[in-house]
């Protein structure tokens, strides 16, 4: 592939990206709106997918240590799960819809009592979206993919927009070594 096709490519895709943001920061959150269903390929990969083990495919929520951000919590597949500053944790709420679902898919909740390795189950609930789907919680926060996050173990997500943290174990902002929330993904 030609050195300007490349360019025109990540260019397009970098576009793309930056517009999803941008939609999920100033018109998400429409109050009242339904919010759009996430398509089947937004949504997390299928647990297990990426070990192939029967054990891993039950699991909905694990923790794994990562190099910048300390141990965090992700599916079962091993993407990195985050929270959104505008949703709320009591009562629990999730302010993320239509274009915001798209580029932050909200974490399914299947059954009433997920599988967890190394986080607390008590912490562990679901919320009704508007839409009528279910969406896991932790310490009340709605649980989110990102998209661009695409392979295990990826924090892209960490930081965006100054809105959005990977989530620990106990439900927190993960934050830096520094001890100050890390930012990343994109430019914000």
């Known amino acids: 592939m030609s050195v300007r096709r490349r360019t025109a490519l990540l260019t397009a895709s970098a576009v793309a990206a930056l517009t999803l943001v941008t939609a999920c920061d100033s018109g998400g959150t429409t109050p009242g709106a339904a919010p759009a269903t996430t398509p089947p390929a937004a949504s997390a990969p299928a ?3 990426s070990t192939g083990g029967s054990s891993a495919a039950a699991v909905a929520l694990r923790t794994t240590a990562t190099a910048g951000l300390g141990t965090v919590v992700t599916d079962g597949a091993g993407y990195t799960l985050y929270r959104f500053d505008l949703d709320t944790a009591a009562p629990s709420a999730s302010h993320c819809d239509g274009a915001c679902a ?3 898919p909200p ?3 299947a059954g009433d009592h997920p599988k967890v390795d190394g986080v607390d189950a008590a912490l562990v609930s679901s919320v009704t979206r508007a839409d009528g789907t279910r969406q ?3 310490k009340g926060w709605p649980l989110y993919r990102y998209a661009p996050d ?3 173990g990826d ?3 960490q930081g965006v927009k100054g809105t959005w943290w990977a989530v620990t174990p106990s439900g927190a902002k993960a934050v830096a070594a ?3 929330p890390a930012t ?3 430019g914000y």
Do not use: I
Request: aromatic share 8%; proline share 8%; hydrophobic share 30%.
């Open 178 to 180: 520094s001890g100050t």
């Open 184 to 186: 990343g993904g994109y």
């Open 155 to 157: 924090t892209k997500g």
């Open 107 to 109: 974490v399914p909740a």
């Open 102 to 104: 798209t580029l932050w």
């Open 47 to 49: 647990a297990g997918s």
């Open 136 to 138: 896991l919680t932790l």
């Open 150 to 152: 695409t392979r295990p």
